[in-house]
């Protein structure tokens, strides 16, 4: 099985400072949706692993979460994709989760459901601790410059750990795709 596991924020739809809070306020990033279609057409498997303290913070509710999921869901399979599972944390920080990313709880999760190891799959995300949590558990680390991707990229340049410091960038989901399928 060919895995791949993305962020959702800032990778998938437009991130927010302000958090997304409404199946509205999701919008998806220009070719992200066509990306995952194409991913799943090539023969990945792809899954979402999302930190969604929102919940925690009482920004929005179970119900729309799910509507914003519902949401990509269905522009996903319109475009002829699919998604194997999503995954999120709904706590915030400080709560001594192990699924809040950079802890890898939610790759646990994603072995779990789908009984497969997640070492070598691709973890594509904008931010460090999307990349730590797939480090965590082997994962090949793919950074875009979507969404906090541009403030994390600076971080890598000074990183310690080799694996970050030296991932593949990439300008969005869509190239990153793109590259994936080229090398498989």
């Known amino acids: 099985m060919k895995l791949v596991i993305l962020d959702r924020d800032g990778v998938i739809n437009c991130d927010s400072d302000a958090y ?88 646990d999760a994603i072995e779990q459901e789908l009984q497969v190891s997640a070492a070598g799959a691709y973890l594509i995300g904008d931010s460090l601790r999307d990349l730590e949590a797939g480090l965590r558990r082997s994962c090949i680390p793919l950074l875009v410059r979507t969404g906090k991707g541009e403030k994390t990229l600076a971080q890598l340049a000074q990183h310690d750990n080799p694996a970050l410091a030296n991932a593949a960038v990439f300008d969005d989901l869509a190239s990153a795709a793109h590259f994936l399928i080229k090398q498989n």
């Open 20 to 107: 997304v809070k409404s199946a509205d306020e999701w919008i998806p990033i220009p070719g992200s949706i066509e990306a995952i279609a194409d991913l799943h057409r090539a023969g990945f498997t792809i899954t979402i692993a999302s930190n969604q303290s929102g919940l925690a913070r009482k920004l929005f509710d179970l119900q729309q979460l799910e509507a914003m999921h519902h949401k990509m869901i269905t522009l996903v399979e319109a475009a002829g994709g699919q998604l194997s599972g999503i995954f999120y944390c709904p706590h915030g920080p400080g709560q001594g989760c192990d699924c809040r990313k950079p802890e890898p709880g939610l790759i």
